[in-house]
Nanobody, 124 residues
Framework: QVQLEESWGGSVQIGESLRLSCAAS????????IAWFRQAPGKEREGVAA????????RYSDSVKGRFTISQDNAKNTVYLQMSSLTPEDSGLYYC?????????????????WGRGTQVTVSS
């Protein structure tokens, strides 16, 4: 069983940065990819960034490309999401998720395990 725990969400101003952490536990063969998703009230869950466990493959949504960076520290079993130039449209509950799927994806239905989320609020 894979367990995921997000941390370091918070409230920031427009243009500021934030780094989220996702601590993972459980067998690595059950987490070929780890991704960050976000969901704002009244909106669908959106995949924003994904990374393979070997760290070679990454994928970003168009809405965050160039502003967000996903990375991982395998020694700590932790995946990070560095977010910069934040806008109010980036506000939402951010989840990390793990997939046993063979191909990297930002589709939520490809992910088997989910954390509980950490809130990010960007205000003017």
């Amino acid at each position: 069983q894979v367990q995921l725990e997000e941390s370091w969400g918070g409230s920031v101003q427009i243009g500021e940065s934030l780094r989220l952490s996702c601590a993972a536990s459980g067998p690595t063969y059950r987490r070929n990819f780890i991704a960050w998703f976000r969901q704002a009230p009244g909106k669908e869950r959106e995949g924003v960034a994904a990374i393979s466990t070997h760290g070679i493959d990454t994928r970003y949504s168009d809405s965050v490309k160039g502003r967000f960076t996903i990375s991982q520290d395998n020694a700590k079993n932790t995946v990070y999401l560095q977010m910069s130039s934040l806008t109010p449209e980036d506000s939402g509950l951010y989840y990390c998720a793990a997939s046993t799927w063979g191909l990297i994806s930002l589709w939520a239905d490809r992910y088997n395990y989910w954390g509980r989320g950490t809130q990010v609020t960007v205000s003017s």
